[in-house]
């Protein structure tokens, strides 16, 4: 699901909070017992965060299942504008802090001992979920969150502009600077791919054949094919082919709706919105294949359950977690379906998605099935902003992408050591 779409707030920059999560240290010396009772038929209270998702009716949404629970008075706290991820860790340093939140996994969350270890609630149904979320939520033998979305992102496309222009959707890099350049006019941009080019950094990293981190946690990115990659990104940035300072960002499909770009990266969320505006005239892609030994790559974006262990409240916050994320499963459905198209963690709830079963919804699933990308909870903010360095300095700077890389090398080497000795 996007963010609020008032705000330019980057779905992804949601993952900067893990790195003042190393840098304030362990958590548990701080604290953060909220006090609060009296609440439900158990006498609790708890609150859950949630960040402000720009869809119609989701925090309508969230609310209703609260108050469906009756075991105690679960409170939202629906958090507005472009820093969520600093006001959620703010709070978890307080006597205020929520007992229950989203967000992604991280490995400093679970070694600063600030998320509970929800194994236990998730064991009797673990095969029931994706088992690559299960994957990337696992740290130390133990799951610490439970997946509530699967976002896929990819290219979606105006059918007539290509078609006007006597092009097929790109099937290699390549192919898409020169749809780029095919596509500008003076009223409409070739490409967007955020207002920061960011968003498309890691799938560029796929598309070669790369990664970002060996399976053993050792630098991956850094090839000549990445760098021959962002070559091309550069390319389309100083040809003025792509679409730079929309009003609204990549998670927000506005730039496409509003005819200002050809091919837009967005994310599965925005399909009924793009339907709505646009009807048949759109189709999908996955970022293509960059180098002889890639292939096409979507990133699988989307948003997880935690539970605070150093709240006073820990049990019946697991309860409450346990209920609506693994038990109720019409609200994890609705949650899935009715805001937005997202794909179900759930396995079981997957294969009843009609939604999902037919026409473009269809073929989105099938590109999360063929080319998805998940988490890496290693790959850490730092990481994340050491390749943002990367992007900024390559394709809008025009700099030298190995030099780049050199400099990024030096903040993940040295993050790296300290997870991993």
Same mark, same amino acid.
């Not at 498309?200 to 070669?208: A, G, H, Q, R």
């Given at each position: 699901?996007?963010?609020?779409? #008032?705000?330019?707030?980057?779905?992804?920059?949601?993952?900067?909070?893990?790195?003042?999560?190393?840098?304030?240290?362990?958590?548990?010396?701080?604290?953060?017992?909220?006090?609060?009772?009296?609440?439900? #038929?158990?006498?609790?209270?708890?609150?859950?965060?949630?960040?402000?998702?720009?869809?119609?009716?989701?925090?309508?949404?969230?609310?209703?299942?609260?108050?469906?629970?009756?075991?105690?008075?679960?409170?939202?706290?629906?958090?507005?504008?472009?820093?969520?991820?600093?006001?959620?860790?703010?709070?978890?340093?307080?006597?205020?802090?929520?007992?229950?939140?989203?967000?992604?996994?991280?490995?400093?969350?679970?070694?600063?001992?600030?998320?509970? &270890?929800?194994?236990?609630?998730?064991?009797?149904?673990?095969?029931?979920?994706?088992?690559?979320?299960?994957? #990337?939520?696992?740290?130390?033998?133990?799951?610490?969150?439970?997946?509530?979305? &699967?976002?896929?992102?990819?290219?979606?496309?105006?059918?007539?502009?290509?078609?006007?222009?006597?092009?097929?959707?790109?099937?290699?890099?390549?192919?898409?600077?020169?749809?780029?350049?095919?596509?500008?006019?003076?009223?409409?941009?070739?490409?967007?791919?955020?207002?920061?080019?960011?968003?498309?950094?890691?799938?560029?990293?796929?598309?070669?054949?790369?990664?970002?981190?060996?399976?053993?946690?050792?630098?991956?990115?850094?090839?000549?094919?990445?760098?021959?990659?962002?070559?091309?990104?550069?390319?389309?940035?100083? &040809?003025?082919?792509?679409?730079?300072?929309?009003?609204?960002?990549?998670?927000?499909?506005?730039?496409?709706?509003?005819?200002?770009?050809?091919?837009?990266?967005?994310?599965?969320?925005?399909?009924?919105?793009?339907?709505?505006?646009?009807?048949?005239?759109?189709?999908?892609?996955?970022?293509?294949?960059?180098?002889?030994?890639?292939?096409?790559?979507?990133?699988?974006?989307?948003?997880?359950?935690?539970?605070?262990?150093?709240?006073?409240?820990?049990?019946?916050?697991?309860?409450?977690?346990?209920?609506?994320?693994?038990?109720?499963?019409?609200?994890?459905?609705?949650?899935?379906?009715?805001?937005?198209?997202?794909?179900?963690?759930?396995?079981?709830?997957?294969? #009843?998605?009609?939604?999902?079963?037919?026409?473009?919804?269809?073929?989105?699933?099938?590109?999360?099935?063929?080319?998805?990308?998940?988490?890496?909870?290693?790959?850490?903010?730092?990481?994340?902003?050491?390749?943002?360095?990367?992007?900024?300095?390559?394709?809008?700077?025009?700099?030298?992408?190995?030099?780049?890389? &050199?400099?990024?090398?030096?903040?993940?080497?040295?993050?790296?050591?300290?997870?991993?000795?």
């Amino acid at each position: 699901m996007s963010a609020m779409s #008032s705000s330019n707030w980057d779905r992804r920059s949601v993952l900067r909070a893990a790195a003042g999560l190393a840098a304030l240290g362990p958590l548990a010396a701080c604290g953060s017992n909220n006090g609060r009772s009296g609440g439900g #038929s158990s006498g609790k209270n708890l609150t859950q965060y949630f960040h402000a998702y720009g869809e119609a009716g989701t925090e309508q949404a969230i609310k209703k299942y609260a108050k469906a629970y009756d075991k105690a008075n679960v409170t939202t706290q629906w958090i507005t504008g472009s820093n969520f991820e600093s006001k959620l860790f703010s709070a978890l340093l307080t006597d205020n802090a929520p007992d229950v939140f989203e967000f992604h996994p991280q490995i400093q969350l679970v070694e600063s001992g600030q998320v509970a &270890d929800l194994t236990d609630l998730i064991a009797p149904v673990k095969d029931d979920f994706n088992q690559a979320d299960i994957a #990337s939520h696992t740290i130390d033998g133990k799951i610490w969150g439970i997946r509530m979305i &699967d976002d896929p992102q990819f290219f979606f496309y105006r059918k007539s502009l290509l078609a006007d222009a006597g092009i097929e959707p790109p099937a290699t890099l390549d192919e898409l600077v020169e749809a780029a350049a095919k596509l500008t006019t003076d009223k409409v941009k070739g490409v967007f791919l955020g207002n920061s080019i960011t968003p498309v950094m890691n799938p560029l990293i796929w598309s070669t054949g790369a990664n970002t981190l060996t399976d053993d946690n050792k630098i991956a990115y850094h090839t000549d094919e990445v760098a021959a990659g962002l070559k091309q990104l550069r390319t389309m940035f100083k &040809d003025g082919h792509l679409l730079l300072d929309a009003p609204a960002d990549w998670w927000d499909p506005s730039a496409l709706t509003q005819g200002l770009v050809a091919i837009q990266w967005c994310g599965m969320w925005a399909m009924p919105v793009i339907q709505q505006a646009l009807g048949d005239d759109v189709g999908i892609f996955p970022f293509p294949q960059s180098a002889d030994a890639g292939k096409p790559a979507v990133t699988n974006g989307g948003w997880s359950m935690f539970v605070n262990a150093k709240s006073k409240n820990i049990d019946a916050a697991k309860e409450y977690v346990k209920w609506l994320w693994i038990d109720q499963k019409e609200y994890q459905e609705d949650w899935s379906l009715s805001y937005g198209f997202h794909i179900p963690p759930r396995a079981s709830l997957a294969a #009843s998605a009609t939604k999902l079963k037919s026409g473009l919804p269809a073929e989105g699933v099938k590109l999360f099935d063929e080319y998805g990308h998940f988490d890496n909870p290693a790959w850490t903010q730092a990481m994340i902003v050491a390749l943002e360095g990367v992007v900024a300095d390559t394709v809008r700077k025009g700099g030298d992408p190995q030099a780049a890389l &050199d400099k990024a090398d030096k903040t993940v080497e040295r993050e790296l050591k300290k997870l991993f000795g």
